[in-house]
Nanobody, 127 residues
Framework: QVHLEESGGGLVRPGGSLRLSCAAS????????MGWFRRAPGKEREFVAA????????DYADFVEGRFTISRDNTKNTVSLQMNSLEPEDTAVYYC????????????????????WGQGAEVTVSS
C-alpha cells in the first residue's frame, strides 16, 4: 500500500506559478513511477506528467508545452510539479498517482496503470 498526499494548491493569477508536492508513505517509493493527472470542471481526468522511479525518464502532456516540470526526491519520498505560466485552462484538481509497473511495461499516460491515488489538490487560475 502507498498513501499519497498532495499539497501546494491554491489560487493564482494568470501567468503565475505554483508548485505542487506529493508525499508518499512506504519504504519502496523508488520502485514506483509517479504521475500527475488533473480533472477540470466537467471534464475527464487527464494525464499531465510522469516520472520514472529513478527520475531519469519523464513524460509530459502536449498542453504542458514546457511550462511544467516534474521532479522527485527518493530520499524524501516526494514528487513535485512546478507549474509556470499558468492559464485559466489549467484550473483543475490535480492528483498524484503511483504506478508500480516497470518501465517498458506500462503507459505513463494511462490512468489504469496507476494503482494508488492521492485526494487531490485544487488549483484555480483566475484574475
Amino acid at each position: 500500500q502507498v498513501h499519497l498526499e498532495e499539497s501546494g494548491g491554491g489560487l493564482v493569477r494568470p501567468g503565475g506559478s505554483l508548485r505542487l508536492s506529493c508525499a508518499a508513505s512506504g519504504h519502496t517509493f523508488s520502485v514506483y513511477a509517479m504521475g500527475w493527472f488533473r480533472r477540470a470542471p466537467g471534464k475527464e481526468r487527464e494525464f499531465v506528467a510522469a516520472i520514472s522511479g529513478s527520475g531519469g525518464s519523464t513524460d509530459y502532456a502536449d498542453f504542458v508545452e514546457g511550462r511544467f516540470t516534474i521532479s522527485r526526491d527518493n530520499t524524501k519520498n516526494t514528487v513535485s510539479l512546478q507549474m509556470n505560466s499558468l492559464e485559466p485552462e489549467d484550473t483543475a484538481v490535480y492528483y498524484c498517482a503511483a504506478n508500480p509497473r516497470p518501465l517498458g511495461y506500462t503507459d505513463y499516460r494511462a490512468r489504469d496503470d496507476y494503482d494508488y491515488w492521492g485526494q487531490g489538490a485544487e488549483v484555480t487560475v483566475s484574475s
